[in-house]
């Protein structure tokens, strides 16, 4: 007997990955770079962060396509059903830069190809970044998103509307929810935070029990029968392992309250992987794309190594039926293929920062993917 085309799939595949940061040098090789002018203590021309890339791996085109940031992963990220990133740049032509950063990332509107040729589905906009160039540029933000049919989430003109979730439609009758939020352990400055009449993002006040518990009862109230709930949290600080329990204890009555999956970032490199419950708790997914090539210092973490997460979602349950992960090089403002020893590297490195919360990552014999097992 054949199955109806319109039946209901068993599961769907969500690819994900920590910070797309498309702002400064990666701007300045698109097709229409902003003014490279920055206010950056040492470095005050975005170009010059192209240039200490080229002096690491070589010359890099200018003008390029909008799929070249993207390398390697392009390919892979069509076979998913929905894409989500987190957008850590305001897209914006304003100038008025937010005062007292020491940072300010931004991608020229007409840039906005690199994403939508890249199908991604929603970016999540809670991060310390999406505000460097004020109220105006996160208005253009949403805006341009809006126009290029890329979905936003964790930031809004209101603080309703940043709470509201992304609806990513993933075929039949079924939906992916993507909640997005940040905390302030991750840069955000606190005067960010959307209010009842003010632009911003959605700031979590802390991570305690109760705010979890009024997170998950907005994420239940919004949720129509079929829907996965995502929630995707901007928290902790660049560099180190260790996840501190107040995370673990948040992402734990998150999927109590009924999330189906947390998507953690900030760090510069992958942490730790959980399965709770059945659900996939990912603490930080690393960097994705940005210009820190040529950029020194943390070696030992591999920064260069970029994973992109292929979570497998049983429907309607939710439940994690299998994660690849695939690692990826950053090199010449570009993503490629790892090789054997950088697979097998990041492999052992997520085993043993995962090994507390009862999870594996092995590597395929030839392959060049790693797979969770718990």
């Known amino acids: 007997m054949m199955m109806s085309t319109s039946a209901r799939p068993a599961s769907l595949t969500l690819f994900l990955c920590g910070d797309v940061m498309t702002g400064r040098g990666i701007d300045q090789i698109l097709a229409r770079p902003s003014c490279p002018e920055l206010r950056e203590s040492f470095i005050h021309d975005a170009r010059d962060y192209v240039a200490l890339a080229e002096e690491r791996n070589g010359r890099i085109r200018r003008a390029v396509d909008p799929l070249y940031v993207w390398g390697a992963a392009a390919e892979q990220m069509a076979r998913a059903d929905a894409r989500l990133v987190n957008l850590e740049t305001s897209i914006t032509a304003a100038d008025a830069f937010w005062p007292d950063k ?8 007409e840039n906005a190809a690199c994403l939508r040729s890249a199908r991604v589905d929603a970016c999540a906009l809670a991060n310390n970044h999406v ?8 208005a253009e933000t949403l805006e341009v ?3 290029a049919g890329i979905r936003a989430c964790g930031a809004g003109r209101t603080a309703e509307e940043a709470r509201a979730p992304a609806r990513v439609p993933v075929g039949g009758a079924a939906a992916l929810l993507v909640f997005a939020m940040g905390a302030e352990s991750s840069g955000i400055p606190p005067e960010w935070a959307a209010g009842a009449d003010r632009p911003g993002v959605e700031l979590l006040p802390d991570l305690s029990e109760a705010t979890a518990e009024r997170v998950a009862e907005r994420i239940r109230a919004q949720r129509r029968p079929g829907e996965l709930a995502v929630a995707s949290i901007h928290w902790g600080g660049n560099w180190g392992y260790a996840v501190p329990g107040e995370q673990s204890s948040f992402a734990h009555r998150l999927i109590d309250g009924g999330v189906d999956l947390v998507h953690g970032h900030s760090s510069h490199h992958p942490r730790a992987i959980e399965v709770y419950r059945g659900r996939l708790v990912l603490y930080g997914c690393g960097d ?3 210009d820190y090539e040529g950029i020194g ?6 920064p260069e190594l970029r994973p992109m997460y292929f979570a497998t979602l049983a429907l ?7 994660l690849r992960i695939v690692p990826l090089w950053a090199e010449r403002l570009t993503l490629r293929e790892a090789r054997p020893e950088e697979v097998r590297w990041l492999g052992s490195t997520l085993s043993k920062v995962s090994h507390c919360f009862g999870t594996r990552v ?3 014999a ?5 797979r969770a097992a718990w």
Do not use: V
């Open 145 to 147: 998103l809006k126009a």
């Open 297 to 302: 210092g943390y070696e030992e973490f591999r």
């Open 288 to 290: 994705f794309i940005d």
């Open 362 to 364: 092995e590597a395929s």
């Open 102 to 109: 020491g940072i300010h990332y931004r991608m020229h509107p």
């Open 131 to 138: 505000l460097d160039f004020g109220r105006e540029g996160l």
């Open 316 to 322: 309607p349950s939710g439940a994690l039926q299998e």
């Open 366 to 370: 030839g392959s060049r993917e790693l």
